[in-house]
């Protein structure tokens, strides 16, 4: 991947995390955007003109997709990111040609993809499906024929929850917080969900009154964490693990909150899980497998695991258990995926 290649070719790191922290920070506008991402090639040809690097270990033209996968998962709607599927239909209906200069390809792209958006009236994700149908209308989002690939599924608001999936729900954040309780972890529930209950017991109960100050040490990314569906904890504020239970119809909010997470944080430490009905763990996979939240690592460090192996299990790992990393077992991860065949 990009970074890695990075990483192990640029000699002075130092100068390449600060130009890294300055080019995946969201613009807030269009000019801003172009003047950090000329800057960030800048730097990377300078390097190479400099004879530290050579084009064939660092390769700027993968700037565009690296970068915009940061800005979109920061900005969805305004911020696609820069496929190759998308760039060839665009190209192919004459919508778009390449630029040899990778900010005037990007902001070349950019400018036919929030045009198309706003004419047929769709979200990015929405568009970036019909790319994938207009390059194969049978399988349309390039996944197994046999996973589903309703677009519905995917963008349908997660506020059209039925009463059997909140209830669902507040079960499977019941589990996680009884096992924690027992690993002697404190246990954070998101506050919207205190006053829920499973079997008369109130969830609220089960949970800090409060989340503390976490020393995160950025404000946005700590936010993220007060949403986080279940937190466990250790001493007084050191994360340990933290849960997303997904139930509705769609499985995006909680993995964009993750995201989000793992874009504001690089270095986070705690284990990250999305815990979903059996029946939605491929949707799961589908969405970690793409580009835009590789491009993060978080298919690396987010795993996965359903509702009811918790259920299954809990009982299990409460008498066998002894450390939070235990409720790992449960977890899977998808494989990486080559960026450039997207």
Same mark, same amino acid.
């Given at each position: 991947?990009?970074?890695n290649?990075?990483?192990k070719?640029?000699g002075?790191?130092d100068?390449?995390?600060?130009?890294?922290?300055?080019?995946?920070?969201?613009?807030a506008?269009?000019?801003?955007?172009?003047?950090?991402?000329?800057?960030?090639?800048?730097?990377?040809?300078?390097?190479?003109?400099?004879?530290?690097?050579?084009?064939?270990?660092i390769?700027?033209?993968?700037?565009p997709?690296?970068?915009?996968?940061?800005?979109?998962?920061?900005?969805?709607?305004?911020?696609?990111?820069?496929y190759?599927?998308?760039r060839?239909?665009?190209?192919?209906?004459?919508l778009?040609?390449?630029?040899?200069?990778?900010?005037e390809?990007?902001f070349?792209?950019?400018?036919?993809?929030?045009?198309l958006?706003?004419?047929?009236?769709?979200?990015?994700?929405?568009?970036?499906q019909?790319?994938?149908?207009?390059?194969?209308p049978?399988n349309?989002?390039?996944?197994?024929?046999?996973?589903d690939?309703?677009?519905?599924?995917?963008?349908? #608001?997660?506020? @059209?929850?039925?009463?059997? /999936?909140?209830?669902?729900? %507040?079960? !499977?954040q019941?589990?996680? =917080?009884?096992?924690?309780?027992?690993l002697?972890?404190?246990?954070?529930i998101?506050?919207?969900?205190?006053?829920?209950?499973?079997?008369?017991?109130?969830?609220g109960?089960m949970s800090?009154?409060?989340?503390?100050p976490?020393g995160?040490?950025?404000?946005?990314?700590?936010k993220?964490?007060?949403?986080?569906?279940?937190?466990?904890?250790?001493?007084?504020n050191?994360?340990?693990?933290?849960?997303?239970?997904?139930h509705?119809?769609?499985?995006?909010?909680?993995?964009?909150r993750?995201?989000?997470?793992?874009?504001?944080?690089?270095n986070?430490?705690f284990?990250?899980?999305?815990v979903?009905?059996?029946?939605?763990l491929d949707?799961?996979?589908?969405?970690?497998s793409?580009p835009?939240?590789?491009?993060?690592?978080l298919?690396?460090?987010?795993g996965?695991? #359903?509702?009811? @192996?918790?259920?299954?299990? /809990?009982?299990?790992?409460? %008498?066998? !258990?002894?450390?939070?990393? =235990?409720?790992?077992?449960l977890?899977?991860?998808?494989?990486e995926?080559?960026?450039?065949?997207?």
């Open positions: 991947m990009f970074l290649m990075l990483v070719h640029i002075d790191q100068r390449l995390l600060k130009e890294l922290c300055n080019v995946i920070r969201v613009p506008d269009e000019p801003t955007g172009r003047n950090r991402m000329a800057a960030f090639d800048a730097f990377l040809e300078g390097e190479i003109d400099s004879g530290r690097v050579t084009r064939r270990q390769q700027t033209a993968r700037i997709f690296f970068v915009s996968a940061f800005w979109h998962l920061q900005n969805t709607e305004a911020w696609p990111i820069s190759q599927s998308a060839k239909v665009f190209q192919r209906h004459g778009y040609s390449p630029a040899a200069n990778v900010v390809d990007y070349g792209f950019r400018d036919v993809y929030l045009s958006m706003e004419a047929l009236k769709l979200r990015s994700w929405d568009l970036e019909l790319c994938w149908f207009d390059i194969d049978v349309p989002l390039g996944t197994s024929p046999h996973v690939v309703s677009v519905a599924a995917d963008i349908e #608001s997660d506020d @059209a929850e039925v009463a059997p /999936a909140s209830t669902e729900h %507040t079960h !499977a019941w589990l996680l =917080a009884s096992i924690g309780k027992v002697k972890c404190k246990i954070w998101a506050g919207n969900d205190h006053n829920k209950q499973w079997n008369g017991q109130r969830l109960d800090i009154p409060s989340l503390p976490l995160i040490g950025d404000k946005t990314a700590e993220i964490v007060r949403l986080i569906d279940v937190l466990w904890l250790k001493s007084s050191q994360v340990v693990a933290a849960f997303e239970i997904e509705s119809t769609s499985i995006y909010s909680g993995l964009l993750m995201a989000d997470l793992a874009a504001l944080l690089p986070i430490l284990p990250l899980y999305i979903v009905p059996e029946q939605r949707d799961v996979r589908r969405q970690l793409r835009s939240l590789q491009a993060l690592d298919h690396l460090r987010c996965f695991f #359903s509702i009811e @192996a918790l259920a299954k299990n /809990a009982e299990s790992i409460k %008498t066998w !258990a002894k450390e939070p990393n =235990a409720i790992g077992k977890a899977a991860y998808v494989e995926l080559d960026a450039e065949e997207v």
